[in-house]
């Protein structure tokens, strides 16, 4: 071994540790594949510089975006039996809670008020990092509220749901929330009041048989995988081939299943004109009646 080995090599990667170097700097979009520098990601609102891929967000940084200047007010969301069926695989249910509790938030949704456009608002954002964004007792008594505080403010109410469906751990409980979301939403119906679901990918399950589909306005991220089951059962039970695109968000617009398909970037804008539209109703300027021309006689 030469003298370069045995002294000169070690003092050099003694400059440059591997415990020195952060695991967070780079990114790789799951569409194209290309590695994106962090920082530009997140300027960019998570979505991918070379394919226009809108990658996964969190809540919190959801309704920063959403939000007048990213100013909003969280809400306390009422506590909940945590493990009422006792559930256990490979894991305590009670654990999984703790465990995700530990780095995201309470449960799979974050309710807050603040303005869009001006509009007084009311939004629940799902966050799929906690437990795949499902819904269990606790998300049905979040939106339930979130229904309730928009009545109560006279305000438009908006969900992001982002969410692989109802939570198995909480067995027949959780499909009751799918019952439990829909009276939250005739709730806002019978108070006049915009009810707007903007479709993240994915939303699949029991969220879309319940109250994801119920919007008065369905906006959709480009992308987006939104459907009840996924598309390798749909084709295991037709056992036919499903056309390029199914269940992707604009294979939907395309079928009139939702009403438009919308860019991260320009969605804050696009809500506040559809409230804007949904709730100032009264004529932007004063009507005149146009003089009648008289009917000559006959």
Sequence with gaps: MSWLDRFARPKVRGLFRKDDIPHDLWEKCPNCEQMIFHRELENNQRVCPHCDHHLRLDANKRLSYMFDDGEFQTIELPEVTNDPLRFRDRKRYADRLKDARSNAHQDAVIVAHGTIGGNPVVVAAFDFSFLGGSMGVAVGEALLNGARLAVLQDSSFIVVPASGGARMQEGTLSLMQMARTTIAVDELKEAHLPYIVVLTHPTTGGVTASFAMLGDIAIAEPGAVIG??????????????????????????????????????DLRDTLAKTISLL???AAPAQVVELARAETPAP
């Design 279 to 281: 709730r100032n109703t």
């Design 228 to 265: 009840f089951a996924g598309a390798r059962v749909i084709e295991d039970t037709i056992r036919e081939k499903l056309p390029e695109g199914f269940q992707r968000a604009e294979h939907l617009l395309e079928h009139g299943m939702i009403d438009m398909v919308v860019r991260r970037h």
